[in-house]
């Protein structure tokens, strides 16, 4: 187990620094000088030359890398072109928001859709089976976005049982930010729950086939404890692993969920920072996002062994 | 009779959007583009059957343009995303040692981005264009598609047939082209299909926040942008376009589906 742990860690370093090498790449392909982005165009000569050589521009590029590299591990991502506010406390701010309802939303789909998945395997072909399928891929082909808006129209609008813009956080006034928070989580956990079902329900037909199940069976274990206690824990193994790339993926890719429900997360933040060019909140988001991914994968990978123990066997 | 059902719904949805597209090219009932300040903001009446937006514009026709932004765009970038991702996957499969290595190693790094990340990514680079979208997306969709390739060439490249043509003394070239690519069809279809629906939905969602297609071009995303601020006024301005997203992707969800069943060897009997 600890050689498991240890050989995970291992290979989620490399991929670590070939994220961060590309971050660094990708905002330096950018066309033009960032200091004269900075500065603005009326800027004088030798301010630019200052201001480049303060962001160590005038060093070869492998050299501004490690320079930049070594700031962003000890937590200095710079400052915003924009307002001149440091990064890195701005991104936890906002990942503040944006955790809040990834985690209750992937929370909320995974309570739904792993016992109707696996209910849906359990009675395989059935009304039910055909119902869930049927709903699942519904849910899979319905635009978050767009369902948002929905739920806005009728809760909002027409019902008036929530707020419809404007955000107060959960710490400022529980119920008040509870109720900004209900829409948003409840459109993303329905629409990851199309996901996971399809996921629980394939994992577990795939389980219900092995003899062992047939072996529990036969020895007069009740159904209730062959699914919970015999087919559970493996068929939950792969659900695992896709509810870690959806909670990574919506924790960075939120944005379009945020601008609907006017919420100031990290998604948001990072296409306000698009539209302003402000390149270095751009790049401090993109390190931080496939940081968080790459974390959570790697927290997936290490929980894996509970529900399979055969992975760290290899 | 599920895979009949799939098959005949997803074939039917995709089918029925790709005929709206062709259609809108030669023809809609009012110019997209045209605005009339006017009749802003109209509820359907006989002359425009689903009524007008916040510039007056015809919603029917700016939802049958829209089919043609969201169809053409998806189909660009899935083509950008099976060029590359063959091409890399074929070479790192084929030739291993370092090229797969290095080729792996960017590939992973590509991966440890989620999906829209990337796209948002590339697009604060390119800047809003539809060029720049498909470049985007085709470029963030490329290593599940050379991941696909990679492992379906390493499974088969020293079976029989292939070292029957290296016996033969056909060249490496030869016997990639016409005995390893034919067998990467079956694998990379299925994942084309669910690329067409997820590239319509990305470029939905880019066009929403604004960094999709530029304005005033139809797209089904900032039509939902515009309808905003007309939620409670003209409901229908919000459902139309994402009634046509979820039928699209409904389809090739659908049509995914069954193309798997079909050709996917591993679930087949």
Redesign the interface.
Known sequence: MARYVLARLLVALPTLLLVALAVFLLLRLIPGDPAQLILGDAAAEEALADLRRAMGLDQPLPVQFLLWLGRAASGDLGQSITNGQAVAPLILERFGVTASIVVAAVALAVLIAVPAGMLAAWRQNSLGDVAAVAAATLLLSIPSFWLGLIMLLIFGLWLGWVPVVGYVSFAEDAWAGLRFLILPVLTLALIETGVMIRMARAATVEVLRLDYIAHARAKGVPERLVLSRHAFPNAFAPTLTLVGLVTGGLLGGAAVTETVFTLPGLGRLLVDAIFARDYPVVQGVMLFVALIYVMVNLAVDLLYPLFDPRVTAG | M?LRANLLIGGTLTAGVLAMAAAALAWTPHDPLRTNLRRRVQPPSADFWLGTDEFGRDVLSRLMAGAVTSVGVALATVAVALLLGVAIGLAGGFLRGWTDRVLG??N???L??????LA??????LGPSVWGIVLALGLAYTPSVARVVRGTVLSIREREWVEASRALGNGEGYTLWRHVLPHTAAPVIVLATSLF?WAI?AE??LS????GVPPPAATWGSM?AGA?PF??QA?LL??A??VM???C??GA??LG?ALRDLLDPRDGP
């Open positions: 599920r190693a960017v992973d790094t590509l440890a981005f989620p999906g829209i990340l948002l990514g590339l697009l604060a680079v629906g939905l939905s969602a929403f926040l604004g960094l939902l905003r939620m409670e409901p919000s459902i376009p994402g997203i979820a039928l992707l409904l969800n659908l589906d």
